[in-house]
């Protein structure tokens, strides 16, 4: 699909979500999962929408008919991965290669669990964007992840490196000194839901009772967020 541009305005900057995984440690599709009223594949397009990503795009895999079926993605292109299972990389390719066709210098990618992140913190890492540039967000010192830019000029790389569960994370080490690093630690959360919700405390085994406390949602830190990890949207 090629999309045309007003004279004058700014760059195209489009927005991808990943959402094709099976969510095997969570225990179904993490786009399926709803969190504050609605689900995870919703707040991620909204969120893409309301930093201005045009256009979005959504890939999906695990479930893709009652995601389709179950969630107003009426403001993304919803792009099937035949191949989800393969890995996170495959679903990263996917949606590269959709947006080909399209006038988008670059791309914001974000991974479908990641909730905290807002519209303020990709509009932070979208801003400036050109085809050469590469940026990600800042959660501390030594800490950065998602929303990831990726300039046009890179997409065939990301591509060739994007193999199994790794995403963008490996073509990204290989250029650190060209990632521009920003600040979102005020305006976003870079925790992934990665495990359901712990049960009440009341329900919960303690350390009293000889067995270690369950699983809460993780964060990702370091290049592991650009990677993406088995299981995850």
């Known amino acids: 699909m090629q999309l045309s541009r007003t004279p004058g305005s700014p760059p195209a900057v489009a927005g991808l979500v990943l959402a094709a995984g099976a969510g095997r440690r969570?225990?179904?599709?993490?786009?399926?999962?709803?969190?504050?009223?609605?689900?995870?594949?919703?707040?991620?397009?909204?969120?893409?929408?309301?930093?201005?990503?045009?256009p979005a795009l959504v890939v999906l895999g695990a479930?893709?008919?009652?995601?389709?079926?179950?969630?107003?993605?009426?403001a993304a292109r919803v792009v099937g991965n035949p191949r989800w299972a393969t890995g996170l990389g495959s679903s990263l390719r996917v949606g590269l290669r959709a947006l080909a066709g399209t006038e988008a210098v670059a791309v914001v990618v974000l991974l479908v669990d990641m909730p905290g992140v807002s519209?303020?913190?990709?509009r932070r890492v979208a801003a400036g964007?050109?085809?050469?540039?590469?940026?990600?967000?800042?959660?501390?010192?030594?800490?950065?992840?998602?929303?990831?830019?990726?300039?046009?000029?890179?997409?065939?790389?990301?591509?060739?490196?994007?193999?199994?569960?790794?995403?963008?994370?490996?073509?990204?080490?290989?250029?650190?000194?060209?990632v521009r690093i920003v600040p979102c630690a005020d305006v976003a959360d870079d925790a992934d839901l990665d495990v359901?919700?712990?049960?009440?405390?009341?329900?919960?085994?303690?350390?009293?009772?000889?067995?270690?406390?369950?699983?809460?949602?993780?964060?990702?830190?370091?290049?592991a967020a650009a990677d993406g990890r088995p299981g995850r949207g």
């Open 119 to 122: 519209a303020e913190a990709v």
């Open 129 to 178: 964007a050109t085809p050469a540039c590469l940026a990600t967000a800042g959660y501390g010192p030594g800490r950065r992840g998602h929303p990831v830019l990726l300039g046009r000029e890179h997409w065939a790389g990301v591509c060739a490196c994007a193999v199994g569960d790794s995403g963008a994370g490996g073509y990204l080490r290989q250029r650190l000194d060209r």
């Open 26 to 54: 969570y225990g179904r599709p993490k786009a399926l999962v709803h969190h504050r009223g609605s689900l995870l594949v919703e707040h991620a397009v909204r969120t893409l929408v309301g930093a201005g990503c045009s």
């Open 196 to 223: 359901p919700p712990a049960a009440p405390a009341a329900a919960t085994p303690t350390a009293a009772d000889g067995l270690a406390p369950a699983a809460t949602p993780t964060s990702a830190t370091g290049s």
């Open 63 to 74: 479930a893709a008919d009652r995601v389709r079926a179950d969630a107003d993605l009426s």
